[in-house]
């Protein structure tokens, strides 16, 4: 086994391609680091599969056109539920009364589907959490942090062999190799963009 904690936002990365793999509509995940820092409690506050699985219902239905939510995006209507069944996500019977069919979760055929991934991506978590653990009140993690972004730097097109794209930010990169979905190659920053940052 590796000493080296895998990179959360590769295995976000990959765990999107994963999903796209059955949903190939879902559009590509522009910054899979963004949804590191990123909170929302309509949307669950703790990053997990099943919430990676919530936001591709909203690529989806950004996709097709679909207003899947209301009230600044904190109310979930059946719209969004309609979809994440469609995803593998289960609901309760009644909505939430602020954030509608947000708190939705794996169903059984979900749960056996997704299982590499999610076990994957849970392990990848953990390493992140035991790698930022150290992290205190006086540690200084920037801007963006304070904002609850993930921040890192400006973002830039990688590509793959197959001509899919992501936005990431070259460090992000650098630190392991992000993995097409579609293809199975690693994304790449071309030369004239790397030799101009």
């Not at 209301?70 to 209507?77: F, I």
């Not at 009364?97 to 169903?107: A, C, D, M, Q, R």
């Not at 942090?145 to 990431?168: E, F, L």
Request: hydrophobic share 40%.
């Amino acid at each position: 086994m590796s000493t080296t904690p895998p990179v959360l936002a590769a295995e976000l990365a990959q765990a999107w391609a994963d999903i796209q793999r059955y949903h190939p509509e879902l559009p590509d995940l522009a910054a899979p680091e963004s949804l590191i820092g990123e909170s929302s409690s309509a949307c669950g506050a703790e990053l997990s599969f099943e919430r990676l699985l919530h936001e591709a219902v909203h690529g989806i239905a950004a996709a097709r056109g679909i207003r899947d939510t209301s009230r600044a995006g904190r109310y979930h209507n059946r719209r969004f539920l309609a979809v994440a069944e469609e995803l593998g996500l289960d609901h309760p019977e009644e909505p939430h009364p602020s954030s509608g069919f947000s708190l939705v979760g794996l169903n059984p055929e979900a749960k056996r589907r997704y299982r590499q991934t999610t076990d994957r991506l849970h392990r990848a978590l953990k390493a992140h959490s035991v790698a930022t653990a150290g992290d205190t009140a006086r540690s200084f993690r920037g801007p963006a942090a304070r904002h609850g972004s993930s921040g890192g730097g400006v973002r830039v097109k990688a590509v793959c062999d197959c001509g899919r794209n992501v936005r990431v930010v070259p460090s992000v990169l650098a630190q392991a190799p992000i993995m097409c979905g579609g293809c199975g190659k690693p994304f790449r920053i071309p030369e004239a963009v790397a030799v101009a940052g």
